[in-house]
């Protein structure tokens, strides 16, 4: 089965940056599509962007859009997510997860990590 690890997470002030890894073990990247997703303090998890095993993007929300980046990097089996410009609503538990594709369901997400704590504040 599948595994996933994300580290990366920490405390950051307003205006700072973060870049978050998922580290893919058991089986190869390469044909997965992995997306990250955010469940802030009493809130429903939430997508933010997705990318497919040929490298394409899918965004989840607009909240992130200009300021959060996705990668992968087959060779490492890691995907990445350069977070920028971080504010306090950016504050939650961010996890990746695997699939054959980036469904827009994430229910339909097959494999996930157990998550890393971003933190944004002064």
């Known amino acids: 089965q599948l595994q996933l690890v994300e580290s990366g997470g920490g405390l950051v002030q307003p205006g700072g940056s973060l870049r978050l890894s998922c580290a893919v073990s058991?089986?190869?990247?390469?044909?997965?599509?992995i997306g990250w997703f955010r469940q802030a303090p009493g809130k429903e998890r939430e997508g933010t962007q997705c990318?497919?095993?040929?490298?394409?993007?899918?965004n989840y929300a607009d909240s992130v859009k200009g300021r959060f980046t996705i990668s992968r990097d087959n060779a490492k089996n890691t995907v990445y997510l350069q977070m920028n410009s971080l504010k306090p609503e950016d504050t939650a538990v961010y996890y990746c997860?695997?699939?054959?594709?980036?469904?827009?369901?994430?229910?339909?997400?097959?494999?996930w990590g157990k998550g890393t704590l971003v933190t944004v504040s002064s």
């Open positions: 997860a695997a699939a054959e594709r980036c469904y827009p369901q994430q229910n339909d997400m097959h494999y």
């Open positions: 058991r089986f190869t990247l390469d044909y997965y599509a």
């Open positions: 990318i497919t095993s040929s490298g394409g993007v899918t």
